[in-house]
């Protein structure tokens, strides 16, 4: 569970980026979160992976404060950032392993989950050359790969689809609602709204740091019938 309450960040003391931004993400949910650029997606984001602090509000992941537990609420989650451009020195397969030393995964068990992952992301053969030769959607997958090697019971991932080929971001969706089957949360932004469309059980729409709407699609499109959600979300952003 995720659990944002009256969270705020301003930047440079002027630009508030959230503004008192509350919801609640349940167990078993994937929940779209959709704006558009500069909405305060990423600072939300930032926020609740401790990268950033609020400079009002709290978020707890499972229970427990980013703030002021941050070592356990950080062992509830796995991170996929809007840049995939790190730890480039490293060959694949050392940054595997790093990731799964950080979250003591032991030996037989990580090299079990390397195996499975790359073959779904079709990353066997890159696995022994450094990042820093990889294209962007390589590297994007390496980043996941990362992130699902301790199976976190969240995941916070930031426009995770970008840059992926077709095959891949399928195998994404699907672990994503695999994910959730098994009573786990997923949390994206994105900027495709057929994904979200089809994805999620929930989306949150949020502009000029302020949430405009939280609740499933259904709920959306009754408050505008017959209408695309692209075409809903033209109008509803227009207006703020």
Known sequence: MIEIKNVSKTYSGKVKAVKNLSMTIQEGEIIGFIGPNGAGKT????????????DEGEILLNGLNIVSNPLEAKKQFGYVADNPD??????????????????????????ERIEKYAKVFEMEKALGDKILSYS????QKIN?????????????LDEPLTGLDPQSAYALKELMREQTSKGNTV?????????????CSQIALINHGEILFKGTLD???????????ESIFLKVTSHV
């Open 136 to 139: 962007h959607g390589m590297r």
């Open 219 to 229: 709920e959306l499109k009754s408050k505008h019938p017959g209408e695309s959600l």
């Open 86 to 111: 790190i730890f480039l020195r490293l060959k694949g397969i050392e940054y595997l392993n790093f990731m799964a030393d950080i979250y003591h995964v032991e030996v037989s068990l990580r090299r």
């Open 144 to 156: 996941l790969m990362g992130v699902l090697i301790h199976e976190p019971k969240i995941w916070i």
């Open 43 to 54: 600072s939300t984001i930032k926020m609740m992976t401790g990268i950033l602090s609020p």
């Open 187 to 199: 949390f994206f932004s994105t900027h495709v709204l057929e994904v979200a469309e089809k994805l």
